[in-house]
């Protein structure tokens, strides 16, 4: 009779083992359906914040959306396509997390001008190349090539002119290609939008006041299209006023 004892225990074992990865698969289960039932409703909620946009520039750009113009530093952090998570979180989950990421915001800001690049989730979401860039002001790291934490900001005081016509460069190539969702807090184009309404003697986030913001970001665009355009001629004529690597970078970035 006592030999047959360890054999039960250990069967005993093996069913509560078995019946505990049972219970955690089925949990992981339901989480991933309940998941997946709520995408459609945070998709329909993120279209109705952004609908009734107007065009940037016309055919070139994506769009502003309908949504609060003036974007808290809080707010365009946690857009973030679940980046800030995936950091915190294991290999593996951070894989699962890269599948499921497209389906949620992510927004950056270049120069104040907040963008939602969620439509390129594969380069700015959880896994992508560019997934340092999402939920941030990335105005100078896209400038100087810096992807530390440090270089996540506004300030271009410290750029060369070269580098700042990357700048330029870059801002024009994002924003012409993804909707434009306002302008970020304490930011060079919070401060056009103050302008704006002052003139217009309106809300920040009036109507006018957006349009006028979208046509200054147009005519700074056109100015550097020109730019290029000219240094492109002298590149062909044999001079030497070549615009930098910029439009290689923006080409990187998934355009």
């Given amino acids: 009779p006592s030999p047959a004892a360890p054999p039960a ?11 505990h990865a049972i219970g955690v698969t089925f949990a992981i289960a339901i989480a991933l359906l309940l998941y997946g039932l709520s995408v459609p409703w945070q998709r329909a909620w993120h279209g109705l914040a952004s609908a009734g946009v ?3 520039g016309g055919e070139r750009g ?3 959306s309908g949504a609060g113009f003036v974007v808290t530093r809080q707010e365009l952090a946690a857009h973030d396509g679940g980046v800030g998570r995936a950091a915190r979180w294991g290999v593996l989950a951070r894989r699962v997390l890269a599948a499921l990421s497209p389906r949620e915001a992510i927004w950056l800001a270049v120069r104040g001008v907040v963008l939602d690049v969620s439509a390129n989730a594969r380069v700015y979401g959880a896994g992508g190349m560019y997934a340092v860039y999402a939920g941030r002001e990335v105005a100078y790291s896209l400038a100087s090539g810096d992807f530390t934490e440090a270089a996540m900001h506004e300030e271009v005081a410290g ?10 460069h870059w ?8 909707p434009v969702v306002g302008v970020l807090e304490g930011s060079t184009a919070e401060g056009w939008a103050r302008k ?3 003139k217009f003697k309106g809300d920040v986030g009036a109507e006018e006041v957006r349009s006028d913001v979208l046509r200054r970001l147009v005519a700074e665009c ?3 299209h020109a730019e290029e355009k000219s240094a492109r001629h002298k590149k062909k004529a044999g001079g030497d006023g070549v615009h930098g690597g910029a439009g290689g970078q923006a ?3 998934g355009g």
Avoid: I, P, W
């Fill in 9 to 19: 225990r250990t069967h005993r074992k093996s069913s509560r083992v078995l019946d």
């Fill in 54 to 56: 107007q065009g940037v």
């Fill in 62 to 64: 994506g769009g502003v």
């Fill in 159 to 168: 750029l060369s002119a070269e580098e700042k016509k990357s700048l330029a």
């Fill in 171 to 178: 801002q024009c190539f994002l924003a012409e290609k993804y």
């Fill in 196 to 198: 704006a309404a002052r």
């Fill in 222 to 224: 056109d100015e550097v």
């Fill in 251 to 253: 080409g990187a970035a």
